[in-house]
């Protein structure tokens, strides 16, 4: 077999990554150069002071010589991957840290044309970055996580503001026009107010975790206490039985260790050789999140972890993103819900939703002590994309929807609220 050149080998990494397979980077790469040679333009003329995340972040790497090395490696490496775009990509850490300003005072704006839709800025700012060896060690740096987390919660509380409704609009390049509406199905949401100005949303952010119609999600397995209902709206990427406490998620194999997953929790012991069950939300997908068994929760939490990190390969995932999805379960931000079902057979279910790149908001609806009946809402995400998995105990469930060949994320067997993913043995 012949290798890919290096553009070949680019153009397949950038196809096969998570935004692009979620629908919030464009399909064609051109795009993303296009859009950074006018956003990085624009930083660069930015006089104004960094915002405070920003500024925390400037002074991380001003007080870390090693990691400062490193992220400027990271931005060398990255202009060389392309060296015809050169000009194009940031070509120093001030101006890295002159467009994370930039993102934070700025909404997605839709666009027509699937080519050109960069609804992930920070995405579309790495996306050489990331495809680094120099990015991948930078991203997967604790500190440097941090403050990149202070950026994003920066730019999540500008999207949570009244201030980013300006992209909620029936203009060309609005949420609220008719192809967006269709393509994002708004019918099947409630909009506060049809016809008014943003629609009555009171920011960007309550557009995007809108509520749903509960006609479109009835609870086809209501009558069957013993079923297992999906949690969210997406496509399958994978089942797995027999997964272990300790494993090593670098392996196409082994993509799930219990005790990264679950972050210390104290009954991790009783999922030991348990199912985990995962699945995609893209774009359009309904983000908030439900409960998949009856019963009490028994355990919230969220547990800080990565964003930008993805799995290291030794050739391009292909997979549109698929392997890097089991490993960012164990290690990006994540929540757990554990409900102890009441239908003694199922036993305890961990619900973990996982935040991915953009996504680092994980809101919970429950707490501890909760009863909740199958459909009730657990939590949702704030902007970004997203996947979920469920963690069963050994021998409880047996799945009846299609495992993905785990050829291509998206290409999974579709899934919704309240429709059967599985039933107790």
């Keep these: ?54 500024k925390q972040l400037e002074a991380l790497l001003n007080s870390d010589k090693v990691l400062k090395d490193l992220v400027n490696q990271m931005i060398d490496q990255a202009q060389k991957l392309d060296p015809q775009q050169k000009h194009k990509h940031v070509k120093s850490i001030d101006e890295m840290l002159n467009c994370l300003d930039e993102i934070t005072v700025t909404a997605p704006e839709y666009r027509l044309d699937p080519n050109e839709r960069v609804f992930f800025p920070m995405s579309a700012l790495f996306c050489y970055m990331m495809a680094t060896q120099a990015g991948w060690d930078a991203f997967r740096n604790e500190q440097f996580n941090d403050k990149l987390l202070g950026v994003l919660s920066a730019w999540c509380a500008f999207l949570d503001s009244p201030e980013s409704r300006y992209v909620l609009n029936e203009g060309p390049d609005g949420w609220l026009c008719q192809a967006a509406y269709e393509q994002n199905k708004l019918y099947e949401f409630v909009i506060p107010e049809p016809g008014a100005l943003y629609g009555g949303f009171v920011s960007f952010n309550a557009f995007f975790n809108r509520h749903i119609k509960p006609e479109f999600r009835p609870n086809g397995a209501k009558d069957d206490p013993r079923a297992i209902v999906s949690p969210n709206d997406g496509s399958v990427v994978r089942f797995l039985s027999g997964v272990q406490e300790d494993a090593d998620i670098t392996l196409k194999g082994q993509p799930y260790s219990l005790r990264r997953m679950l972050g210390g929790y104290e009954h991790t012991d009783r999922f030991v050789g348990g199912d985990v069950f995962q699945s995609f939300l893209s774009g359009a997908n309904y983000h908030r999140w439900h409960a998949p068994v009856d019963g009490i929760v028994k355990h919230v939490e969220k547990i800080p972890g990565l964003m930008f990190s993805e799995l290291q390969t030794d050739k391009v995932d292909d997979s549109a993103g698929t392997l890097s999805q089991g490993y960012q379960a164990n290690v990006n931000t994540r929540g757990l819900v554990v409900i102890e079902s009441t239908v003694p057979d199922i036993g305890l279910v961990c619900v973990i939703p996982v935040g991915i790149t953009e996504i680092s908001s994980v809101r919970f609806s429950v707490t501890e002590g909760d009863r909740v009946t199958r459909g009730d809402e657990l939590g949702y995400f ?38 059967r993913i599985a039933t107790a043995k």
């Design 382 to 419: 704030s902007y970004g994309g997203s996947s979920m998995a469920l963690v069963f105990e050994p021998g409880k469930v047996g799945f009846t929807v299609p495992n993905n060949t785990i050829e291509t994320a998206d290409d999974g067997a579709p899934i919704f609220v309240n429709s």
């Design 1 to 54: 077999m012949v290798k890919p050149g290096p553009a070949a080998a680019l153009e397949a990494r950038y196809q096969n990554s998570f935004g692009r397979a979620a629908g919030y980077l464009p399909r064609n790469r051109k795009a993303v150069d296009a859009w950074l040679t006018e956003f990085v333009a624009k930083a660069r003329k930015r006089t104004a002071d960094h915002v405070d995340s920003v």
